[in-house]
C-alpha cells in the first residue's frame, strides 16, 4: 500500500495502473489475471489432468497457506476455483489442500505441483507463473493531454 500511496503523490489518483505488456499491447492487472494466471492454471490441468483428477477426489477446500501467514492476496484458490466452476467441476474430497507452501510446509504433495512457483505460464515452458507474475509487471502512467 506504501508504494500505491506513493504513486498516488507522484502521478496522481486514477492517474496509473499496474499491468503486462502481453503480445505487444498492455493490459491491466485485472485483465492479466485472466489472460495469464487462469489460463496457466487451465493449461496445467489439460497437460497433467491426473492433478485435476487427484485435487477433485482429495480437497473438499482449497486454501493459500502464504496468503494467510502474510495477508497478502490469494490468486491460486480463485483461478483454481474459477477453473472447477467453468468446466462444472466440483470438490468431492474430505481434506483441506494447500495451494502452494508456508515456511517448507504444505499439506500435500499436490500443494507444490499446483503452486505458482511450479506452474508453468501459459505459452512459456521455461517459465513459471510465479516468475511472470513478479517479473513481467510494469506501471502505466496516463500524461496529462
Known amino acids: 500500500m506504501a508504494r500505491q500511496r506513493e504513486w498516488d ?11 503486462y505488456v502481453i503480445d505487444g499491447e498492455f493490459v491491466t ?6 489472460l495469464i494466471y487462469h489460463r496457466s492454471y487451465e493449461e496445467h490441468f489439460r497437460r497433467h489432468p491426473e492433478d485435476l483428477e487427484e485435487l477433485i477426489r482429495t480437497a473438499k477446500v482449497l486454501r ?3 496468503a494467510e501467514a502474510t495477508t497478502g492476496v490469494d490468486l491460486q484458490v ?11 467441476l466440483s470438490l468431492q474430497g474430505s ?14 504433495a ?6 505458482p ?12 507463473l510465479e516468475n511472470f507474475w513478479q517479473s ?10
Not at 480463485?78 to 462444472?88: F, G, T, V
Not at 481434506?95 to 500435500?108: K, L, M
Not at 513481467?136 to 493531454?145: G, I, N, Q
Open 9 to 19: 503523490l507522484k502521478y496522481g489518483d486514477d492517474r496509473w495502473t499496474v499491468g
Open 29 to 34: 492487472q485485472d485483465e492479466a489475471l485472466e
Open 64 to 66: 493459500n497457506p502464504h
Open 78 to 88: 480463485p483461478a483454481i476455483m474459477d477453473y472447477l466452476a467453468r468446466h462444472n
Open 95 to 108: 481434506e483441506v489442500v494447500d495451494i502452494g507452501s508456508w515456511q517448507g510446509q504444505a499439506s500435500h
Open 110 to 115: 499436490l500443494s507444490i505441483r499446483l503452486s
Open 117 to 128: 512457483l511450479h506452474i508453468k505460464v501459459v505459452g512459456n515452458d521455461r517459465m513459471t
Open 136 to 145: 513481467k509487471k510494469c506501471l502505466a502512467v496516463w500524461e496529462e493531454e
